[in-house]
T-cell receptor, first 114, second 113 residues
Framework: AQSVTQLDSHVSVSEGTPVLLRCNYS??????LFWYVQHPNKGLQLLLK??????LVKGINGFEAEFKKSETSFHLTKPSAHMSDAAEYFC????????????FGTGTRLLVSP | KAGVTQTPRYLIKTRGQQVTLSCSPI?????VSWYQQTPGQGLQFLFE???????NKGNFPGRFSGRQFSNSRSEMNVSTLELGDSALYLC????????????FGPGTRLTVT
């Protein structure tokens, strides 16, 4: 079975500094990986996805993630944090060879201070 | 294009009752998935429907059921509610259910008292 581990439950940064949210995955075959964001009292929004094309994936709002098979990692980064980035971020793997059973990590809460 | 809509947004029920939640996918999307989100268990997959057929099911008891209609709208039902069923229930739609992005609705917040 596929799984993801988000290594930090909370990450605090100052506005304008880089963001790094860490995710390791476990998969028995080539996975599809995603990052979703959830703002308070809102649904989930897709930030970016990796589906075996380019290993460096660019998403919305300046976020990007790099798929590293040797490290089984899919870390999310952003060069400069904005106050509006404060939210919960979920690393997700698609189970069962691509059918839509998403397996979510436990989430990382990003706090951005002025 | 309108997004995924879920009704109702908030619901309060009593233990032992049953509840039905509704989800309307994005126009043209044929796959609808349901997830339960709780502080303790996080986000967990309930089931996925495609063309009115349940293709995939998570590890939830039989009290949780769903269906999909010919227009792709979906409902999920929870019978004999328990306090632990209190959660945010999220619906997501996608074009065909293959690996790709899912679009989530705002969720239905169910509180069981």
């Amino acid at each position: 079975a596929q799984s993801v581990t988000q290594l930090d439950s909370h990450v605090s940064v100052s506005e304008g500094t880089p963001v790094l949210l860490r995710c390791n995955y476990s998969s028995s075959y080539s996975p599809s990986l995603f990052w979703y964001v959830q703002h308070p009292n809102k649904g989930l929004q897709l930030l970016l996805k990796y589906t075996s094309a380019a290993t460096l994936v660019k998403g919305i709002n300046g976020f990007e993630a790099e798929f590293k098979k040797s490290e089984t990692s899919f870390h999310l980064t952003k060069p400069s944090a904005h106050m509006s980035d404060a939210a919960e971020y979920f690393c997700v793997v698609s189970d069962q060879g691509g059918f839509q059973k998403l397996v979510f990590g436990t989430g990382t809460r990003l706090l951005v201070s002025p | 294009k309108a997004g995924v809509t879920q009704t109702p947004r908030y619901l309060i029920k009593t233990r032992g009752q049953q509840v039905t939640l509704s989800c309307s996918p994005i126009s043209g999307h044929r796959s609808v998935s349901w997830y339960q989100q709780t502080p303790g268990q996080g986000l967990q997959f309930l089931f996925e429907y495609f063309s009115e057929t349940q293709r995939n099911k998570g590890n939830f008891p039989g009290r949780f059921s769903g269906r999909q209609f010919s227009n792709s709208r979906s409902e999920m039902n929870v019978s004999t509610l328990e306090l632990g069923d209190s959660a945010l229930y999220l619906c997501a739609s996608s074009l065909d259910g293959r690996a790709g992005e899912q679009y989530f609705g705002p969720g239905t917040r169910l509180t069981v008292t």
